[in-house]
Nanobody
Framework: QVQLVESGGGLVQPGGSLRLSCAASGSIFSINAMGWYRQAPGKQRELVAA???????NYADSVKGRFTISRDNAKNTVYLQMNSLKPEDTAVYYCNAHILLGSDYGDDYWGQGTQVTVSS
């Protein structure tokens, strides 16, 4: 059984910062790509940022220069540092990871989601 547990969401004023964390646990052989998605009310879930096991990253245009994704492979944890937050960043943020349970099989896993609200 594999679990992704997120933390770090909350209410912040425009221009503020938050740091999200997502820790994977369970019978993990290795973890490939990890990422953060978000879903605002009435909108589709969208990719915010992703990072490979080697550290290569990609970001949605809307967050480039403001958000930074990183990971600690020893802790099976991915982070999202969010700076200069805007009201339009308000959403439920979900962690995603492609986890190998053996040398040649795995699956995508999702966290439960954490609410980020940017408001004055």
């Amino acid at each position: 059984q594999v679990q992704l547990v997120e933390s770090g969401g909350g209410l912040v004023q425009p221009g503020g910062s938050l740091r999200l964390s997502c820790a994977a646990s369970g019978s993990i052989f290795s973890i490939n790509a990890m990422g953060w998605y978000r879903q605002a009310p009435g909108k589709q879930r969208e990719l915010v940022a992703a990072i490979t096991s080697g550290g290569s990253t990609n970001y949605a245009d809307s967050v480039k220069g403001r958000f930074t994704i990183s990971r600690d492979n020893a802790k099976n944890t991915v982070y999202l540092q969010m700076n200069s937050l805007k009201p339009e960043d308000t959403a439920v943020y979900y962690c995603n990871a492609h986890i190998l349970l053996g040398s040649d099989y795995g699956d995508d896993y999702w966290g439960q989601g954490t609410q980020v609200t940017v408001s004055s």
